[in-house]
């Protein structure tokens, strides 16, 4: 079992895949460093978001993904 | 009545209408809001992409806010995912209530938070090429509208 990373929207151009693998577990300093400068530069944007185990985190930065978990980084949305 | 949907394939607004009001018998007023893809500029296409774990939760959500916020007998909130052609509907929001004003008000409460709050991303091709659209700061400014 591994951690599933999805990048949404412009976010998956940027990172250059839609989703990657990685071991668990995974912190936000984890993240930080696993998305690379251009991604993470966007994910300490207070307009990012991100989510863990289909739960949208209130403070991303308390991210504790263990083995299973899907976590999805969730670029500012543009609906309707 | 309450029906909140995603869909992903191209669908016609008018017949959703019709079942929508036969389902609240005795109502006052409906109001309801189609918005299409805008044949506009050289746009070939439009792709909304969801996260399926939180999209139509996320619907669900408003859902519950606008029947605490409005008196509402019924609330229809159907969005399009996937690739759509200029000219096809994106959105019908479409509100039952009593008295017009609820209903009214409604249709406005959640297409400003479809806009702004859902979790929606959209792009568009122009000449072949996509391009993602960035929120429009008019988008933030309507949902502070509803700031209680």
């Avoid at chain 1, 690379?36 to 289909?54: I, M, S, W």
């Avoid at chain 2, 929606?120 to 949902?143: C, Q, S, V």
Wanted: net charge negative; glycine share 10%; hydrophobic share 45%.
């Amino acid at each position: 079992m591994t951690i599933r990373i999805l990048f949404l929207g412009p976010l998956a151009d940027l990172a250059g895949q839609l989703e990657c693998e990685v071991e668990g577990p995974l912190d936000w300093d984890g993240l930080l460093a696993f998305a690379g400068p251009a991604v993470a530069e966007q994910l300490q944007l207070e307009r990012v978001n991100v989510a863990c185990a289909g739960k949208v985190l209130a403070d991303k930065t308390a991210l504790s993904a263990v083995d299973g978990d899907e976590i999805a980084l969730l670029p500012p949305v543009s609906g309707g | 009545m309450r029906d909140i949907r995603l869909l992903t394939e191209v669908f016609i607004p008018g017949t959703l209408i019709g079942p929508f009001s036969g389902a609240n018998p005795g109502l006052g007023g409906i109001c309801t809001f189609i918005g299409e893809v805008r044949a506009e500029d050289g746009v070939e296409a439009l792709e909304l992409t969801q996260y399926e774990p939180i999209t139509l939760p996320g619907m669900h959500e408003l859902a519950d806010r606008a029947f605490a916020r409005f008196d509402l007998m019924g609330l229809l909130m159907v969005h399009r995912v996937g690739q759509m052609l200029p000219g096809e509907p994106i959105v019908c929001v479409s509100a039952a209530a009593s008295h017009r004003r609820d209903a009214i008000e409604a249709v406005d409460f959640c297409m400003d938070h479809l806009k702004g709050r859902a979790w929606f991303w959209k792009r568009e091709k122009r000449a072949g090429e996509w391009r993602w659209i960035e929120p429009r700061d008019e988008d933030y400014t309507d949902l502070a509208r509803w700031k209680d």
